[in-house]
């Protein structure tokens, strides 16, 4: 015999985002006024035409000014089914920002140093007894970028499920030679976390995964966060497009991908929600004392790329905007918070190369229409 539960109306009309998937503005955040509003959604559907979004989810929020949270388009081309805020995403290289604070609170503990040299845990790399691991995690190794190498782009392209790990990373990079002298320049380069991986398990005894998972996602109730172990995406969640390198082409359906491919540079998968929880907990730095914290934003500007951007310890910095970008194939992600007003976004798409900026590219013209003193 089953019994039914009657509950008050009040409890019901409260569930109801939701069991519908909440897709608008809380009635505890104050929507924009109605010019920015206007304007905010403007700017994100003619981004959404111009770089062939299917679909995209954008959460903004500025205490005391005004919030947007919102899905357009489409998650899914086949069934016609709309993006959804509750949407899981793979969120790419925003991967980089726990394993790094990972990577500091290793050093925090007095278990790692940033001066420790990347010979000390893996042999054979070019340069590895000068590289450390202040250069690894801010983008100054110098170390060849293995997703450049030609062979491994034609094999992902080809297959997103083809095995990988991290042993196929340090065979790319003894075979071809270093971009720079360490410290000389500051490239963004994968290569760096997968060999930040390594080096965390090899420190900590402990899975990568596990420890994002134990220490982070557990701890802060990301329960849309995720570091996946098999190609599987969790419900729901919006299908990832790959429409060739320069977005032009037919729609093709990434969204499964062997998770080992990019590892602790690009693995992750979280939600809009959880991403506005993490970004806030990266930018003011509560995962670590104040000391490494300020170690961590210590910023140097891009010598190559990224206009406008500066990298601290896996941490970007956009006009003070602190946060992350990830792009991979079918995915396109960007978090970025600011601490003197509290304000936030997250950005995340549904159509990528695993070098697309879209997302970033929305952020910013978002963020110069509400703060446009900061880019001038």
């Not at 304000?343 to 798409?349: D, E, H, R, S």
Request: aromatic share 10%; charged share 20%.
């Amino acid at each position: 015999m089953s019994t039914r539960v009657r509950l008050p109306l009040a409890v019901m009309l409260a569930l109801v985002p939701a069991i519908l998937g909440y897709r608008g503005t809380s009635a505890a955040e104050e929507a924009f006024p109605e010019a920015d509003r206007a304007a905010l959604t403007a700017i994100i559907h003619k981004a959404m035409d111009d770089k062939r979004l299917p679909g995209l989810s954008v959460g903004i929020w500025i205490p005391g000014r005004g919030t947007l949270v919102q899905s357009f388009g489409k998650g899914d081309l086949e069934a016609g089914a709309p993006m959804a805020v509750a949407d899981h995403v793979r969120i790419a290289s925003v991967t980089k920002t726990f394993t790094a604070t990972a990577v500091l609170q290793l050093v925090d503990e007095g278990k790692l140093s940033l001066d420790d040299t990347l010979a000390k845990f893996i042999e054979g790399i070019p340069n590895g007894e000068r590289i450390t691991i202040r250069n690894l995690l801010g983008m100054t190794s110098g170390i060849y970028d293995f997703p450049a190498d030609p062979q491994f782009m034609e094999d992902i392209t080809a297959d997103p499920l083809m095995e990988f790990g991290a042993d196929d990373v340090i065979a790319i990079l003894r075979r071809n030679e270093p971009s720079f002298e360490p410290g000389a320049e500051v490239v963004y380069c994968d290569t760096n976390y997968i060999l930040l991986g390594v080096i965390l398990e090899q420190v900590s005894g402990r899975k990568a995964a596990d420890i994002i998972t134990e220490d982070f996602i557990a701890p802060l109730r990301l329960t849309g966060t995720s570091f996946p172990d098999t190609p599987a995406m969790p419900e729901p969640y919006a299908h990832g497009y790959y429409a060739g390198e320069d977005a032009t082409g037919p729609f093709e359906d990434f969204t499964v991908s062997n998770p080992n491919l990019p590892w602790t540079a690009g693995a992750m998968i979280s939600t809009l929600q959880d991403l506005r929880v993490w970004v806030k907990v990266l930018a003011t730095g509560t995962e670590l004392s104040p000391e490494t914290q300020r170690e961590r934003l210590t910023f140097r500007a891009f010598t190559t790329g990224n206009e406008g951007a500066s990298y601290g310890l896996g941490i970007l910095n956009y006009s003070g905007f602190l946060g992350h970008y990830g792009m991979i194939f079918g995915y396109t992600t960007a978090i970025f918070h600011l601490p003197e007003s509290g304000a936030t976004f997250v950005i995340l798409g549904n159509q990528s190369t695993n070098f697309s900026m879209a997302a970033t590219e929305i952020f910013l013209d978002l963020a110069r229409h509400l703060y446009p003193a900061r880019f001038e």
